[in-house]
């Protein structure tokens, strides 16, 4: 039993995520390890590319309305968390289907 989700409701939550995740890439086709490893590239890639906007966009709008840069930058870094740890479940999530769907057939 675990103390932070005694009745496995993240657990189970991840799985079907998971499952949503795999089916998905089934559909597009990503049945190959250098499939895989080029949509772990992309991720990384769109993430720094996203990142990059955002801080572009909290940079000119703390310019022109310096009396909203504090919430500008919260409201940036907010977005960005949620981006980082977006993409890092989906890096999760594509090195598992490699482990569990590419490398075992």
Known sequence: MNF???FNRVC???QSEYLAFRDALKRSQV?????AEALLADIKKRLWKF???IA???SVISLLFPAAAMATLVFGVVIALWLITNSFKGQRYVKR????EIIKQ
């Open 4 to 6: 932070n989700d005694p």
């Open 12 to 14: 189970n939550q991840q």
């Open 31 to 35: 049945d190959s390890l250098p499939g």
């Open 51 to 53: 990142i990059s906007i």
């Open 56 to 58: 572009l966009i909290v």
């Open 97 to 100: 289907y490699i482990n569990e």
